[in-house]
Every structure is written in structure tokens, then in C-alpha cells.
């Protein structure tokens, strides 16, 4: 089994990241996820590019959320 490992964030940014507002936070965790799925998206694309609209849609969700939660999706329509 792998081993767990922690990591401590380097003081400096935890006092940058302290001093913004939840607002700042959240927006900085949005975007954050933005560039992930864009980034998600691009890989997709590039490595399957014979897919459907729809499967390339459903590889995207599987990869972006897992197995269980893209099936529960595609089986909702």
C-alpha cells in the first residue's frame, strides 16, 4: 500500500492566500477548476478525435469525475 504524504503549504503563500477575502477564494478555486476543465476538454479531443460529440462528452465527465459519477449521468440521458 502507498504510503500517505502530506504536504505543508510554504508559510509566505498560506499568509498570501490569509489575507484574501472567501470571495478572492472561491474565485481563485473557480478558476482553478476552469483551467481544468479546459485542460480535460483539449486532452480528449487530442487523444480521441474519432468520438462522437456525445462520447467525447462522456469520456470528459469520466475523467473529470470518475467512473460511478459519469455512468449516473449518461444512464440520467
Known sequence: ME??????????????LAAK??????AMANSAH?????MVESRVRQLYPEL???????EYLRRLLGDGA?????SRG
Not at 3 to 16: C, F, G, K, P, S
Not at 34 to 38: E, L, V
Not at 70 to 74: D, G, S, V
Open 3 to 16: 504510503q500517505l504524504r502530506i504536504e505543508v503549504i510554504d508559510r509566505t503563500y498560506a499568509a498570501i
Open 52 to 58: 462522437t460529440n456525445e462520447q467525447r462528452h462522456r
Open 34 to 38: 476552469r483551467t481544468a476543465r479546459i
Open 70 to 74: 459519469a455512468r449516473y449521468l449518461a
Open 21 to 26: 477575502t472567501p470571495a478572492e477564494r472561491i
